[in-house]
């Protein structure tokens, strides 16, 4: 019974903060006015990635969690990570600091990266379910970049 709850639990952490921060930024969401480089998607389809990629994080550490392989390494990583990833789009959105939000995922690329070699010594798949959040971010930071050098 334990275990479900903390499955619940970090599941949901990650999804219902991205959930809080995109009703933050909501009112000053500007993407479909923004001049954006090549393979941008539509604005739509950001809420449901990011609900995927969400969940993938939160089964990602659940599965350290449950097996107690997780110590304070992974843990403050991994909600480092979640922090850093949630600050973007207010840098970004709300901000409007889009040369300092390109800078910002920056920097969360490389804690993703961390995060992902810290979760593969405790356990492969943990760290094998990162992987499309690490692309997505990949994607997303060619994006910001983009949209900062086309509208500045």
């Known amino acids: 019974m334990k275990n479900k709850w ?3 639990k970090n599941i949901a952490i990650p ?3 991205g959930g809080v921060i995109g ?3 909501s009112k000053t969401m500007d993407y479909n006015s923004l001049t954006k480089p090549p393979l941008s998607p539509p604005g739509f389809l950001f809420g449901i990635v990011w609900s995927i990629l969400y969940i993938l ?3 990602s550490y ?3 969690d449950v097996n107690n392989l997780e110590t304070s390494k992974e ?3 991994y909600y480092l990570q979640l922090a850093v990833n949630l600050l973007w789009p207010i840098i970004f959105f709300t901000l409007k600091w889009r040369l300092f939000a390109s800078i910002w ?3 969360l690329l490389v804690l993703i990266i961390y995060m992902i070699i810290l979760f593969y010594k405790k356990n492969k798949i943990s760290a094998y379910l990162q992987i499309p959040y690490l ?3 990949i994607f997303a930071t060619y994006l910001s970049f983009g949209v900062y050098i086309l509208n500045k």
């Open 135 to 137: 692309l997505w971010t």
């Open 57 to 59: 994080m939160g089964v």
């Open 15 to 17: 999804l219902v903060l």
């Open 62 to 64: 659940s599965i350290l």
């Open 75 to 77: 843990t403050n990583i």
């Open 23 to 25: 009703l933050v930024i």
């Open 6 to 8: 903390v499955w619940i």
């Open 105 to 107: 995922i920056v920097l």
